[in-house]
Nanobody, 125 residues
């Protein structure tokens, strides 16, 4: 079955950097879009960044110019480089994948069919 495994979370100081990875396996489809979302305690899961099958990238306003999403299609892996981290970036980060490359809303969690288990990112001030 489809599995997503995130890694790279941890503790960082404000202004620091972390790089998250999300490796997909067991894919039953050859084209897909992938996204990163985050969820802080007591809040809903919110959009962070997405990369489309054609390569286009999209970001939440709160992370634009600080975070960069990229991928290695040969490895079915997506990355999230997070720079200039802020305490408000603290959350559990999840990656999602969807084979619906022509439909759905990349900003909505409900439009991703599979999810990883999440990785904790904590930014201290």
């Amino acid at each position: 079955q489809v599995q997503l495994v995130e890694s790279g979370g941890g503790l960082a100081q404000a202004g620091g950097s972390l790089r998250l990875s999300c490796a997909a396996s067991g894919l039953t489809f050859s084209r897909y879009r992938m996204g990163w979302f985050r969820q802080a305690p007591g809040k809903e899961r919110g959009f962070v960044a997405a990369i489309m099958w054609a390569g286009g990238t999209y970001y939440a306003d709160s992370v634009k110019a600080r975070f960069t999403i990229s991928r290695d299609t040969a490895k079915n892996t997506v990355y999230l480089q997070m720079n200039s981290l802020k305490p408000e970036d603290t959350a559990v980060y999840y990656c999602g994948i969807s084979p619906r490359i022509y439909s759905g809303n990349y900003q909505l969690p409900r439009d991703y069919e599979y999810w990883g288990q999440g990785t904790q990112v904590t930014v201290s001030s």
